[in-house]
């Protein structure tokens, strides 16, 4: 029978050389159930990427009453008369999380260490070592195993090391050591160094004369090589970058500069082979008292003129991007924004994106900021502009900076439903421009007061609903139009009332369909919209812009966005919704609206502000819009319908279809179709067709006009092979003009191991305008390597999948 012998143990050595484990140290081959690797169920394999996992078996001994103690539990023990003691057999000591089972134990009669020998095994809940032979001082921080395997439970991470030596308290060394990810007996990779040092108090480790090997065979070599043993920020390299497009080839190789814990900065120089040398880099820091920000840029010296369709435009040229942020609060309710970007040009990031080929920044902001928000009132100060990042880019699409722009809002509701609103804003509008290029409107830098209080009232019940709503826009300038010679007035003002009422009806009934029980509803709705015709020739064109139609505008008063426009509008808009809604769970099924305005007047009021007369007509003008005329005149809005089915689990589909019923002809549609699969399976189809000329916003001479009707398909799929296999694709297709916008094709291959994304991309750069005659096209194969636990190598593509596939979620590699 086993004895149980009590006695206090330092417990640093186990915790420091699972730390130090956890990063370098790797194994050779050994059997799965030595190293605690238990294969997961049938049911449960088909989704996983490993085919199992390391679990800890249970604890032998109880866990004593306090951390120190130690519990013994042993076949056999010998006493020498001076008190040496040998323990033989099934021998196994626990202290606190610790449990150590070996063949045999020796007690040195000083009671300063223990030696296990034989086949032992340690283990603490989050690692396992395994060994021949160990040392272990019980007063002091040091000790010794030899030929010690490891395994981090958590990390999936095991290993060999021939010596591991514990030097201080969180200080250790090993010698002749591995490290892998890869599940027992499939060593695909290993890194291997003859002497790693590890400092757990300042969390990284050191490898001198490091190797990477492949299927035992060396593919690369570290002289020196420092790494993080923990989640610290850690100075040194990080993952390459590398791709090819076209006659391109893109290498990255960032550093990174843990200066402080709450600062750090990126450093990253970029070779371009078409282009030259790009050094850029990103530094962040966050303080208590004064709030965080970043500090990003890069710059190219004498761009060499890159490749493809967009090749020498840049030539010669310095390329360089700045942008700075930074926010705090003031107070509990008040909180401030800076922030100034710019770029050398409109194309900088269609050039130089790190985004897997393509940019989403469309401009670079300049703010600063302050704002309150209270319990009733909202107030924001700012000073803002931007840097439009379009090239070419005219003086008519150079954005207005607004220097500065003050608001006020506030809102009272009262206990019978009524309410009321107050908004007001000054803003000083400032842009340097030749005015003699852009419209008359659009050529005045100047300061605009605008107040529009709000009184309305919302009856409600379950049957239905009547919300009557009036809001007085009043709006006053002063303009400068500097050297140009104007008959306008510099100083006009408007005051005008917009008036409506929005009712609706709701009529339920409970239907049974497939054996469950749905509620479906029926909801006619009626909405009215005055806004009277107003004089606004001599006013300016800041930040209006006259809205395209769609279901939402079928309920909306105002034609434009922005302060600087009021659409005169006499209508009756008529709907019908009707949704079909699950009992059990109140999900949404079904709903299905069609509406239609009905015009009493015609809209004279274009974006030039004349109230006199309606727009010109396509056989008067060359550079109209020939949909404008007869949008202004027409006695009744398009048929509007739309369209949300969840048909089962996995099939869902939406549709939106404006129907020209005087022209019989479709203005705007649109269908999608999804599939989702509980797997990981996503494909996505859908379809768009819009008229030449449905944005009334745009002339012929705008570069986002298209002088065609517009349709495009796009597929889009990610299938999941298997756990550990996905083939992604898309293909988007400009049907009018018969070729292809986007090709796509690629595989992600993950397991335990490692990681692979190979991706083929071509794609059509639009050079920022929508003509067809200077599109180019660009293709890439990017290529993504991934060593699980140790880095990779390549240009992660997973965010852009994201975007451009709706609903796929890609597995980490």
Known sequence: ????????????????????????????????????WQPWAEEEARRQVCSGRYVMPAYRLPEGRNLREIGIETDRSDYAADGEALLQGDVVLRQGDRELQAERLFVPVNRERVEAQGDFELRDGKALLRGEEATVYLEQDRGSIEDSEYVLYEQRVRGEARQLEQLSEQSYRLREASFTTCEPGQDSWQLVSGDIRLDQAEGFGVARHARLEVKGVPVFYWPWLRFPIDDRRQTGLLSPSVSFSNQQVDYTQPFYWNIA??????????????????????????????????????????????????????EGQDRWYLDVQHSGRISAASAYRLRYGAASDGRYFNDFSDNFGSSERSGMER??????????WRLDARMQ????????????DKP???LPSLTAAASWTGDAGQYAEWYSNATYFWRDVDQRDVPIREAANGSRVHLAPVLGWRYEKPWGYLAPRAELWHTAYALDYGSLQTSRDTS???????????AGLNFERELALGGRGYRQTLEPRLNYAFVPRTDQVDMPEFDSRERAFSWDQLWSPKRFSGNDRVGDLNRLSVGLESRLIEDANSQEHLSLGVGQSIYFSDRRVGIDGNDQSLPQQPDTSTNVNPERFYQATRDRSPLVSRLEWQINQRWSTSAEWLYDDQRERTERSGVDIAYRHSDGHVVNLGYRWEIEGFDPALDRGDDNFRDYNREEWDLSFAWKANPGIDLIGRYLHDQTNNRALEKLAGVQWNNCCYGLQLVWRSWVDDNDTAKVVDDFNDRGLFLRFV?????????????????????????AL
């Open 385 to 396: 502009g931007y840097q439009r990042l379009d090239d070419p880019l005219s003086d008519s």
């Open 261 to 314: 814990p709450n600062q750090d900065a990126t450093i990253t120089p970029r070779w371009l082979s078409d282009r030259g040398l790009l050094l850029g880099g990103q530094y962040r820091y966050l303080t208590d008292q004064y709030g965080r920000g970043t500090l990003e840029g890069a710059w190219l010296n004498s761009d060499n003129g890159g490749s493809g369709g967009d090749a020498n435009r840049y």
């Open 1 to 36: 029978m086993g004895q149980r012998i009590l006695r206090a143990m330092p417990m640093a050595l186990a915790g420091g050389l699972l730390a130090g484990a956890a990063t370098t140290s790797v194994a050779q081959p050994a059997e799965a159930n030595r190293l605690d």
């Open 367 to 376: 703010l600063a900021q302050v704002d309150y928000q209270g319990e009733r």
């Open 787 to 811: 060593l699980h636990g140790l880095g990779g190598v390549g240009q992660d593509a997973d965010n852009y999948f994201e975007r451009t596939i709706p609903g796929y979620r890609p597995s």
């Open 400 to 402: 207005f900076y607004r």
């Open 492 to 502: 006009p003002d408007r005051s005008v009332a917009i008036t409506s009422v929005d």
